[in-house]
């Protein structure tokens, strides 16, 4: 059964440096989401991609994130200046294009530590 | 703003204990009540969706049911491998795909 993939599973950086995630989505899907989930808390919506744009975002979301498609295959969250408080577990989730918006297909998360 | 609340956050029972799970949600113009369930270091695994009160949708060992302000995850006769997080998500109506998610219940099955 196709998945969604996410690399890599475990991501340390220091606070200040850039980091990107990257995530597969499953093949003919065109909707594209991250969330995130700090540690003991709700997984919490950060933003939403179709047709190359993001069509809805979170206050979280502010400008030190960004997202790409930077080919037909892979999804990337970027984070230009890493801070303490970003340290989660990141999701990334997909759509097939025809289903409703909102059956979302998660991937395993990639865990971002910052210290 | 959509809010999403679990109750319990934990529930311990027995293998073959039948009980259901809460969730409460305050969303403007409600497009979708979502269950999923987790498992520990794993995305959210989709389980249901509910539209309109009144429905509902089965699988397997597990039941969901909607109300217009609640929805129900009635598990019946659960075994050791249903041990999970289960976690609710709303929709709004203004969202293009937005998931605002309750903060879940860890159910742990006893064999």
């Known amino acids: 059964e196709p998945e969604v993939t996410q690399t890599p599973s475990h991501q340390v950086t220091q606070m200040g440096q850039e980091v990107i995630l990257r995530c597969v989505p499953i093949s003919n899907h065109l909707y594209f989401y991250w969330y995130r989930q700090i540690l003991g808390q709700k997984v919490e919506f950060l933003v939403s991609f179709y047709n190359n744009e993001i069509s809805e975002k979170s206050e979280i979301f502010d400008d030190q994130f960004s997202v790409e498609r930077p080919d037909g295959s892979n999804f990337t969250l970027k984070i230009r200046s890493t801070k303490l408080e970003d340290s989660a577990m990141y999701f990334c989730a997909s759509v097939y294009q025809g289903a409703s918006l909102h059956e979302q297909y998660f991937g395993p998360g990639t865990r971002l530590t910052v210290t | 703003e959509d809010q999403v609340t679990q109750s319990p956050e934990a529930l311990r029972l027995q293998e073959g204990e039948s009980s259901s799970l809460n969730c409460s949600y305050t969303v403007s113009g409600l497009r979708g009540l979502f269950w999923y369930r987790q498992d520990p270091g794993k995305g959210p695994e989709f389980l249901f969706t509910?539209?309109?009160a009144g429905e509902e949708k089965e699988k397997e060992r597990l039941k969901a049911t909607l109300t217009k302000k609640e929805s129900f995850l009635h598990i019946t006769a659960p075994k050791p491998e249903d041990s999970a997080t289960y976690l609710c998500a709303a929709a709004g109506g203004t969202s293009y795909g937005k998931l605002t998610f309750g903060q879940g219940t860890i159910l742990t099955v006893h064999p």
């Open positions: 509910l539209y309109s």
